[in-house]
């Protein structure tokens, strides 16, 4: 259930809340990240061993060749009485999308896109020569420095002066040109998406492969309901209240949905710790530049992100933003990797355009709880990684007794930052169809080039140190993956959809039981 990237269009989904004053933007440091310690009494952590390497390359080079120096924020300087904000830099390897042009315009493309590479190209054409005229300048202006040490004649004296002025101003006026075309290049680079794996399927959503197909449809001898009837019957939910107090796509849920709720995301993060992933509440306003170097829009006609009024923050529509950012700006250890992360928080979603009966109910709201897990791994083993997380989701569901297929999603529905992404879909009676429920992406690094995430090889470097600096391996930028272990709501409606009776009560899977206080079933309440 990611989060979409949605470029263009200029139109803010606001919330009006209390005045917040606006935060000045961080400045972009690199700092060792020191990790403390997690102590649970109640469960302990393990971690698996590294794995093996991926046993085929990845591809996704557009955004992760080496890149041109990393950049970074600066603070806000003021002219006048205007304050001109500061831009954040992405890595991008601008040389290598030139140099490999037609494979990122086929990319583009099959992405049903709206990246436009031919200005990336013309505008990274025009940085080159105009930082070339910059240092032509910079050359000269340092020989007529070096000229004015010596002794000499006053007239021979003034006119290098008033030659160094003149190389002065001009190279100002170049600068200030540079670093506006730079902006430029990167505001529209950064709509490039991410490349693809060799192996995703092109086309639309009905392109999607199958990749596996769990149980089979419940048979039920009675006539079913869907979880709406289920949840009136049974006094789960509230929508009618809701949306009077909040409007249409909010929900209260009521007695056995809320230790539902509670069982669902417990049991959830019992069964991923076990797995070696390290548990996460996370912050649910996160700044508005954080959400754009995870690859998200925040702003445009059918953003998903709801924005907050008078500030530069954004709720957020998935975990996967606030614990991308945790570590932004940092080199780790490469003895830290992998880095495993189950982050549990509200979404919050304007779900934009989303109409119709398929989508009524508990299947597509404004508001939900998830537990999301997110890997930060070295390059060559995020296919692998990627494919723990799958199994992990497909573990999870069919401990559930769930009927589900796994799809390898074709390339048009790919958001920006995935290089491959992986769907579970559920068979939900009540709806007489499979609905998503979860999905797994390898974003490679096309987020740690935006949040500034990278590692340092344990292995020294071959080439010569530099003076007073230890024989260290460069920095290199990890793989960032995300998947969902547990959408709440469309996990409900799974549950109550599949698990009816007869009676109108419904069963409660065996494996939530001793999170909900050993309740084995719902029943209708009695009058």
């Known amino acids: 259930m990611g989060l979409q990237s949605c470029i263009g269009g200029t139109t803010l989904q606001t919330l009006k809340l209390a005045s917040i004053p606006t935060l000045s933007s961080s400045r972009l440091v690199s700092r060792p990240v020191q990790l403390k310690a997690l102590t649970l ?21 557009a955004l992760s060749a080496p890149a041109i120096a990393f950049q970074t924020e600066t603070p806000p300087e003021e002219k006048g009485n205007a304050v001109v904000k500061p831009q954040w830099k992405a890595a991008i390897d601008f040389k290598w999308i030139r140099e490999n042009k037609e494979a990122v315009a086929v990319n583009i493309r099959n992405r049903n896109s709206n990246a436009n590479l031919e200005a990336v190209i013309e505008l990274y054409d025009k940085m080159s020569n105009l930082q070339k005229e910059v240092e032509r300048l910079r050359g000269e202006r340092n020989v007529v420095a070096n000229k004015m040490k010596g002794k000499l004649e006053p007239s021979e004296r003034q006119r290098l002066i008033e030659e160094g002025k003149n190389l002065k101003e001009g190279l100002a006026t170049l600068e200030e040109d540079l670093l506006k075309l730079t902006d430029e290049l990167q505001q529209e680079a950064q709509g490039i998406p991410n490349m693809t794996h060799p192996d995703v399927p092109i086309g639309g959503e009905d392109c999607s492969v199958i990749r596996k197909k769990v149980g089979s449809p419940p048979q039920f001898g009675f006539q079913i309901k869907d979880h709406l009837q289920l949840g009136k019957e049974l006094d789960l939910f509230d929508f009618d209240a809701a949306a009077e107090v909040s409007g249409s796509k909010f929900y209260y849920l009521k007695n056995e949905a809320v230790m539902l709720e509670m069982g669902l995301i417990n049991w959830t993060l019992s069964e991923v710790m076990k797995k070696g992933f ?11 530049s954080v959400v754009e ?11 998903q992100v709801y924005s907050i009024e008078g500030s530069d923050q954004c709720l957020i529509g998935t975990a996967e933003i606030p614990v991308g950012g945790i570590h932004m700006d940092s080199i780790l250890a490469e003895s ?15 779900e934009a355009g989303a109409a119709g009966a398929a989508t009524r109910g508990l299947y597509r709201v404004h508001q939900f709880s998830k537990v999301e897990m997110f890997v930060l791994c070295r390059p060559e083993e995020s296919d692998l990684y990627h494919e723990e ?8 569901f069919s401990s559930l007794g769930l009927h ?19 769907d579970v879909e559920a068979w939900m009676p009540g709806l007489e169809r499979f609905g998503e429920i979860s999905s797994a992406s390898n974003c490679t690094d096309y987020q740690s080039r935006r949040l500034g995430i990278r590692y340092r090889p344990s292995e020294p470097s071959s080439a010569s140190p530099k003076k007073g600096k230890a024989n260290l391996a460069p920095p290199r930028f990890v793989h960032t993956l995300n998947a969902t272990a547990c959408a709440v709501p469309r996990m409900i409606v799974c549950l109550l959809e599949n698990y009816q009776q007869e009676d109108g009560s419904v ?9 909900m206080g050993g309740l084995e079933i719902i029943a209708p309440k009695s009058r």
């Open 278 to 288: 390290i548990p996460l509440t996370t912050p649910e306003i996160v700044r508005s």
């Open 41 to 61: 009494d109640f469960f302990l952590l393990s971690r698996h061993g590294r794995s093996r390497r991926s046993p085929f390359p990845l591809l996704a080079r």
């Open 336 to 350: 830290l990797l992998p880095l495993k992360y189950a982050a549990f928080s509200h979404c919050f979603r304007t």
């Open 293 to 303: 170097k995870c690859g998200f829009q925040p702003r445009g006609a059918n953003t």
């Open 404 to 422: 589900y297929k796994t799809l390898d999603m074709a390339s048009g529905d790919l958001g920006a930052p995935a290089y491959r992404k992986f």
């Open 389 to 396: 997380l799958i199994k992990i989701e497909e573990d999870l």
């Open 507 to 515: 069963t409660i899977p065996e494996p939530l039981r001793p999170f």
